[in-house]
């Protein structure tokens, strides 16, 4: 784990500058994040800023380290970013995510020449010329579509003895921290190329768990908005009564920030009928005393036995006890929690087979496709 470590310490530091009109820096430390005061102040743009990011996925992601991460680039996301920053001089910006960069999870659809694979061979041709809404949306807020992200195939309903982080299309997801460890999943790619410093932003989605783990494992923020908040349409589907997308970045800032521009409501998705009546500018709304007064539970049977582990935790609950948050340690989390498992698996399993049919027999060309002769 060291050695690897280490040696992905040392590639990401190396990559050179690319071919660009102006040189930018590529060491992960002081690759731009959301910040747009860079090219508000026309010390460079989006143009030069998104070249960056193809060269360090191509030295990073498809050779050196070999992360796995992103299955596919846009191949418009140049003229894009010039058009983006052809807006900007002429005085129009359309917010903070304007010629900012994007990866989204590859189950998620956008228009261009890429394929939707949700990481499957079966779907290795989906293209279907569709934003999805929460793209539409990052669209119009200016964003820049990199590319797409790899995840663990059909985002880990595939089978029980799956691994967390590979596909099909897409290979083994590695850690940028430590090669030889699991980048969790599903959303192993986004988090593994928020982490390497791939994009800026990514965007993940999760049923149960496939934000907020590889988050975790890939030591990025994510987490899962409340299921209603962000479309789901056009998103390949496990389960309509838990899935969304959600924000996963290197901030709590730029993760406001995101989902203040994804959240909103979409008329094909019953669940986001609300959704516009809570959109608010999230991380206006970010506060240094935000946990004052607030009681936090932790699962303190679930934390591991490794010494060094458990006192970084304590560590931390002790930053939240300082930051006014009253906490209460639960030492039986699992009882009465029998069958909860099974329960769940059988809603998964019957809203998997309704939701899949439903979005394969969505995709354009599939009713010709059906009638025609074999």
């Not at 988090?191 to 975790?216: F, H, N, R, V, Y």
């Not at 494992?217 to 838990?242: A, E």
Request: aromatic residues 2%.
């Amino acid at each position: 784990m060291q050695k690897n470590s280490l040696l992905t310490a040392a590639l990401l530091a190396s990559v050179p500058p690319p071919p660009c009109r102006r040189r930018f820096p590529m060491s992960p430390a002081r690759m731009p994040r959301l910040s747009a005061a860079e090219m508000t102040a026309g010390e460079t743009s989006s143009e030069v800023i998104t070249a960056a990011y193809l060269e360090r996925i191509r030295n990073i992601d498809k050779a050196g380290p070999t992360l796995n991460a992103v299955i596919a680039v846009f191949p418009g996301a140049m003229s894009e970013a010039y058009r983006l920053d052809q807006e900007r001089k002429a005085g129009h910006v359309r917010g903070p995510l304007h010629g900012i960069r994007v990866l989204l999870k590859d189950n998620i659809e956008a228009a261009g020449p890429v394929a939707t694979t949700a990481g499957s061979l079966a779907l290795k041709d989906n293209i279907t010329g569709r934003d999805a809404p929460l793209v539409a949306r990052l669209r119009e807020g200016g964003a820049v579509i990199l590319g797409k992200t790899n995840l663990s195939e059909w985002a880990n309903i595939r089978s029980n003895d799956a691994t967390s982080g590979w596909s099909a299309v897409g290979g083994l997801t590695r850690n940028p921290h430590a090669l030889d460890r699991n980048t969790c999943g599903s959303s192993a790619g986004s988090g593994a190329a928020t982490a390497a410093s791939l994009a800026p932003l990514t965007i993940g989605t999760e049923t149960d768990g496939s934000i907020t783990c590889p988050s975790g494992m890939n030591g990025v923020v994510g987490f899962k908005p409340t299921v209603g908040l962000v479309s789901r349409s056009l998103v390949v589907p496990i389960s309509h009564s838990q899935d969304t997308a959600g924000p996963m970045t290197l901030t709590v800032r730029d993760a406001a920030t995101l989902l203040s521009v994804l959240a909103g409501s979409d008329p094909a998705d019953p669940a986001t009928a609300e959704a516009d009546a809570h959109r608010r500018d999230f991380a206006a709304a970010l506060s240094p005393d935000a946990l004052r007064g607030k009681t936090i539970g932790v699962l303190r049977d679930r934390i591991g036995g490794r010494a060094d582990i458990g006192a970084l935790f304590d560590a931390a609950l002790d930053t939240m006890r300082a930051a006014g948050a009253t906490i209460v340690e639960i030492k039986d989390s699992r009882s009465g929690l029998d069958g909860l498992g099974d329960a769940e698996f059988e809603i998964l399993m019957t809203e998997l087979k309704a939701d899949m049919a439903a979005y394969l027999a969505g995709l354009p060309g599939r009713r010709r496709r059906a009638r025609s002769p074999t």
